[in-house]
């Protein structure tokens, strides 16, 4: 794995290519307080995978220790199916963070090709850094403002969803084979959001495994994620499959007369079985709490319930 050669091109040879994936995954503070507990799940190359639980439930944790960023309490990562640490080939993992790290005087062409000399072997020569650089503006469609200084509070420059992607432009430009995002959307409006997540999937057809944690994702960006991983507010994994069949798991859990009889947003549904405002109709058909004082959605445990239905699948 560590001999991986850069292919500088994002349409990666299979040897390239990093599923990763990760099992029983916890992490505690110095203080010893759990942040996550027996978090499994999968990033794939070419799919955009959306990372989305309550908040506080440990979703940023998650892609700081699957990007070897922190170093799990207890748990196995696995890439291309062989036990790894992240940390080893973080070369191959880029990590985009909330904030952005960009110099406000630069363009973004400059901002790109900075990024690009420091982060690719210093053997690389000018010529190819430039098309390379080129190829990334194109990707991430800043072409029209590709001599544009990214600019700031004082000085107007890009608009939010352009520096969000210059943002992605400065890890992509390391050329990745996976890649995190720690919610890219945010401050976003829906337009600016659901273009960069178009823009993200555009990235995974090219071979690259991308996780984003999305908050509050309108419905037509969440379903442009090929799969969803979602955490409880212990940061247990409650499912981790396709994007669209998510809805269906919930249902099969007793939550089909909750989530029919609704017109919000599936994605807002999910997370208010997770965090309990909504329950299962087994529940809600129950004539009190005093009668059912252990009744089915209080003692619905949704990460046991994915754990089975998952041992179904498998079996
Ligand atoms: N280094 C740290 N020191 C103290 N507390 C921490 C640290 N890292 C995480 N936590 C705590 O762990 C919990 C999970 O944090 P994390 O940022 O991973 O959650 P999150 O799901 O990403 O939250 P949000 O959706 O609100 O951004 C929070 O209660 C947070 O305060």
């Not at 916890?26 to 759990?34: M, Q, V």
């Amino acid at each position: 794995m560590a001999g991986l050669k850069r292919s500088m091109d994002l349409v990666h040879d299979p040897s390239l290519r990093l599923a990763l994936s990760f099992e029983g995954l916890s992490y505690r503070l110095p203080s010893g307080e759990a942040v996550l507990t027996d978090a499994c799940g999968e990033v794939l190359p070419g799919e955009l995978t959306a990372l989305m639980g309550p908040s506080g439930c440990g979703k940023s944790t998650l892609i700081n220790l699957l990007s070897g960023k922190l170093t799990p309490s207890s748990g196995s990562i696995r890439l291309n199916g062989r036990p790894a640490r992240p940390r080893e080939v973080h070369k191959l993992i880029a990590f985009v963070p909330q904030e952005d790290v960009l110099l406000p005087t630069l363009t973004v062409t400059e901002s790109l090709w900075v990024s690009a000399r420091l982060r690719l072997p210093a053997e690389t020569p000018a010529s190819q850094l430039n098309e390379w650089v080129v190829r990334l503006v194109d990707l991430l469609g800043l072409t029209h403002v590709k001599d544009a200084a990214i600019g700031d509070v004082a000085r107007r420059g890009l608009s939010g969803g352009q520096r969000k992607r210059v943002n992605v432009g400065v890890e992509l430009a390391a050329d990745p084979s996976l890649l995190f995002l720690d919610e890219p959307t945010s401050g976003l409006d829906s337009t600016a959001a659901l273009e960069l997540c178009s823009c993200l999937v555009g990235l995974a057809s090219h071979g690259i495994a991308v996780c984003a944690v999305l908050h509050q994702p309108r419905l037509s960006l969440f379903e442009l994620t090929h799969k969803l991983l979602l955490l409880d507010p212990s940061g247990r994994t409650v499912y981790m499959g396709p994007t669209e069949a998510a809805a269906d798991h919930f249902c099969s859990l007793g939550f089909r007369a909750a989530f029919e009889s609704s017109r919000e947003n599936v994605a807002d549904l999910l997370l208010d079985a997770i965090s309990g405002a909504i329950r299962p109709s087994e529940q809600t058909a129950a004539p009190s709490d005093q009668q059912t004082p252990h009744g089915a959605a209080r003692s619905l445990d949704l990460a046991e319930a994915w754990r089975a239905a998952r041992a179904d699948t498998a079996a």
